[in-house]
């Protein structure tokens, strides 16, 4: 299925990756969300749980590896971006996973331009989407601090 222009929506998930008073975060390399700094994700492929989609696309995006049992389920978001003629050109159901930070450095791989701990009090500093500041806020309201 098409990403732009699809049929239907998009599964697709992300993971918050939080270490001490920063997040992980990912500036996009490609399409949607090209240049962005968002969370770590991509697209749920056929055959994956959730869970190993939001692993898979974390060691893509960054490098970093994470136990199953380290994920828990945050929240979910519609991503709605509509082209300058109001047709949805991307629409992904989104699964937003939280994890705390698994040590190790991460680096830039598949489609991130960039990636890195980003303190919070700079999140819209660095222009990461509303959206996504506002799930960032919605995973610390929950307790989900590092450790």
């Not at 918050?16 to 697209?43: H, N, S």
């Not at 999140?123 to 500041?133: C, D, H, R, S």
């Amino acid at each position: 299925m098409a990403r732009d222009y699809p049929e239907r929506p998009v599964a697709a998930v992300s993971i918050a990756v939080l270490r001490e008073d920063a997040v992980l975060l990912v500036r996009r390399g490609k399409a949607p969300g090209l240049g962005q700094w968002q969370l770590p994700g991509g697209k749920h492929e056929l055959g994956e749980s959730a869970v190993e989609a939001a692993l898979r696309e974390l060691r893509e995006e960054t490098g970093l590896l994470m136990a199953a049992g380290a994920l828990q389920l945050a929240t979910h978001a519609d991503v709605i971006k509509r082209d300058a003629d109001g047709a949805v050109q991307y629409h992904y159901v989104l699964l937003v996973f939280w994890a705390r930070d698994p040590g190790g450095e991460p680096r830039a791989g598949s489609d991130a331009a960039e990636c890195a701990f980003v303190g919070f009090e700079r999140l819209e500093e660095i222009g990461v989407p509303a959206e996504t500041q506002t799930v960032i806020a919605q995973i610390r309201g929950m307790g989900a601090t590092p450790r």
